[in-house]
Nanobody
Framework: QVQLMESGGGLAQAGDSLTISCTAA????????LAWFRQAPGKAREFIAG????????FYQHHLKARFTVSKDSAGNGVSLRIYSLVPGDTAVYVC????????????????WGQGTRVTVSS
């Protein structure tokens, strides 16, 4: 069982950058993949980026790759998502996910989910 907790959301201005974090607890992450999704009001959950913990290999939703960077956090127990050049369309709840093995852009391929952190971008 993996417990995930997101932090770092809030209100930001268009054009700003923001880093949100996901801390994992419950077991070692070796062999796991972690990912970030987001869900805007009235929209489906959208895959942003993922990372294979053991290799550090990252993978992105193609149209978001230019402004989003996923990385392991310095503490070694979670992942961060850096969002550059925020736009109002980035307003959403950002949710961390994990799976033993590999997941992809489909939410159903991920086993564990955090509660999410809300990011609101004003113009």
């Amino acid at each position: 069982q993996v417990q995930l907790m997101e932090s770092g959301g809030g209100l930001a201005q268009a054009g700003d950058s923001l880093t949100i974090s996901c801390t994992a607890a419950g077991r070692a992450l070796s062999g796991y993949s972690l990912a970030w999704f987001r869900q805007a009001p009235g929209k489906a959950r959208e895959f942003i980026a993922g990372i294979q913990w053991s290799t550090g290999t990252t993978f992105y939703q193609h149209h978001l790759k230019a402004r989003f960077t996923v990385s392991k956090d310095s503490a070694g127990n979670g992942v961060s998502l850096r969002i550059y050049s925020l736009v109002p369309g980035d307003t959403a709840v950002y949710v961390c996910a994990a799976v033993n093995g590999g997941g992809d852009f489909r939410p159903e391929t991920w086993s564990y989910w955090g509660q999410g952190t809300r990011v609101t971008v004003s113009s």
